[in-house]
T-cell receptor
């Protein structure tokens, strides 16, 4: 089955420290991978995506993600966390077939950045 | 400004009642989606539509219905057959082609069954 997993329900980090939010995936074929962020009582916002090319993808708000095919991972990273980065983060993978084209989302990881 | 508008933002329903959540987009996107969000379960796909007058069931379609009569509109009806309808509902849209799967989300509708 095609799926995406976020093993951590919550990640805590001090402001100014680097942060990592983990994501692993299971898909057939080449993966299309995405990260979205959700602020309280709001919809999700697109951060970045990996389709092909460089394994390190840069996105919005200083975030980047590293695609690792051998480990089937797509971890979200930021060199220096801000308190305003505190939010819920979702990893997603594209599932495509002859009659299907949709995203499957992980369960989300809550990022808490402490001043 | 282009975007997705969901209404109402908050909705209360008595058991046994059907309710319809509105989703309108002015982004000229072909594809539209409905997701349900529950704490600890992430987003689960209810229905999606790639083109007008066509839609497909997602992973949790039972107890829900949709229509796609216009490109910009994709309303979701939560029927009385949905056993646990209290949740946060998110509508999204995306273009076809190179931008496909980069979803733009609405602000959500929170449904509470009393």
């Amino acid at each position: 089955a095609q799926s995406v997993a976020q093993p951590e329900d919550q990640v805590n980090v001090a402001e100014g420290n680097p942060l990592t939010v983990k994501c692993t995936y299971s898909v057939s074929g080449n993966p299309y991978l995405f990260w979205y962020v959700q602020y309280p009582n709001r919809g999700l916002q697109f951060l970045l995506k990996y389709i092909t090319g460089d394994n390190l993808v840069k996105g919005s708000y200083g975030f980047e993600a590293e695609f690792n095919k051998s480990q089937t991972s797509f971890h979200l990273k930021k060199p220096s966390a801000l308190v305003s980065d505190s939010a819920l983060y979702f990893c997603a993978v594209r599932v495509e077939s002859y009659n299907t084209d949709k995203l499957i989302f992980g369960t989300g990881t809550r990022l808490q950045v402490f001043p | 400004d282009g975007g997705i508008t969901q209404s109402p933002k908050y909705l209360f329903r008595k058991e046994g009642q059907n309710v319809t959540l509105s989703c309108e987009q002015n982004l000229n996107h072909d594809a539209m989606y409905w997701y349900r969000q529950d704490p600890g379960q992430g987003l689960r796909l209810i229905y999606y539509s790639q083109i007008v007058n066509d839609f497909q069931k997602g992973d949790i379609a039972e107890g829900y219905s949709v229509s796609r009569e216009k490109k910009e509109s994709f309303p979701l009806t939560v029927t009385s057959a949905q056993k646990n309808p209290t949740a946060f509902y998110l509508c999204a849209s995306s273009p076809r082609g190179p931008g496909a799967n980069v979803l733009t989300f609405g602000a959500g509708s929170r449904l509470t069954v009393l």
